[in-house]
């Protein structure tokens, strides 16, 4: 077995075109503090964060190269505490009073997701994990006109009718077994 070290992911870099309205998006949505910036080969660099122990969890780098429409990664994804649609939907507020666009509401079993773009067209995931797995890729769509009491019934009748759902304890115990096998 050749097991790597722990690793996990801890911050992206994304190449921007108009640095201050990117910096001031994230820092809006996000609440995250510019922790550090300065200019490195001719490029000016953002460094962004939420977390005193994490120097950045985002860099923004200035030279985009790519015309807007072009995509440079399929999104990036910001996990909320457990089961908490109170602030998804903090979040589906806040993102639509800043200007965000494409905005969608997911359903996936075993997240509570919303989608958009930042003023670049770069594409944002903010979800919730809920109690429950449910084999992927499945979705439907999160009605936010619905209580949080309607959306987790709904969830766990609709997942119940795909014959994979299960405790997301239960999940993570097999995944854990299948990772120590390895």
């Not at 201050?20 to 000016?44: I, K, P």
């Given at each position: 077995?050749?097991?790597?070290?722990?690793?996990?992911?801890?911050?992206?870099?994304?190449?921007?075109?108009?640095?201050?309205?990117?910096?001031?998006?994230?820092?809006?949505?996000?609440?995250?503090?510019?922790?550090?910036?300065?200019?490195?080969?001719?490029?000016?660099?953002?460094?962004?964060?939420?977390?005193?122990?994490?120097?950045?969890?985002?860099?923004?780098?200035?030279?985009?190269?790519?015309?807007?429409?072009?995509?440079l990664l399929s999104q990036l994804s910001f996990r909320l505490n457990d089961d908490?649609?109170?602030?998804?939907?903090?979040?589906?507020?806040?993102?639509?009073?800043?200007?965000?666009?494409?905005?969608?509401?997911?359903?996936?079993?075993?997240?509570?997701?919303?989608?958009?773009?930042?003023?670049?067209?770069?594409?944002l995931e903010l979800y919730t994990p809920t109690p429950w797995y449910v084999s992927?890729?499945?979705?439907?769509?999160?009605?936010?006109?619905?209580?949080?009491?309607?959306?987790?019934?709904?969830?766990?009748?609709?997942?119940?009718?795909?014959?994979?759902?299960?405790?997301?304890?239960?999940?993570?115990?097999?995944?854990?077994?299948?990772?120590?096998?390895?």
């Amino acid at each position: 077995m050749n097991t790597p070290p722990p690793a996990q992911l801890t911050h992206l870099g994304l190449y921007v075109d108009d640095m201050d309205a990117m910096v001031g998006f994230y820092a809006e949505l996000m609440g995250m503090a510019v922790s550090d910036s300065g200019e490195f080969l001719g490029r000016r660099l953002t460094f962004l964060s939420r977390k005193a122990d994490e120097h950045h969890q985002l860099v923004l780098v200035t030279g985009r190269e790519a015309p807007r429409g072009t995509v440079l990664l399929s999104q990036l994804s910001f996990r909320l505490n457990d089961d908490d649609l109170g602030s998804l939907r903090w979040f589906h507020r806040r993102a639509l009073e800043l200007g965000a666009a494409g905005m969608e509401g997911r359903n996936h079993g075993n997240s509570w997701s919303i989608y958009f773009e930042d003023p670049e067209g770069n594409r944002l995931e903010l979800y919730t994990p809920t109690p429950w797995y449910v084999s992927q890729p499945w979705r439907v769509t999160l009605d936010f006109d619905r209580s949080d009491e309607e959306i987790r019934a709904e969830t766990e009748k609709l997942i119940g009718e795909t014959g994979t759902a299960k405790p997301v304890e239960v999940w993570q115990q097999e995944l854990a077994a299948r990772l120590a096998a390895q």
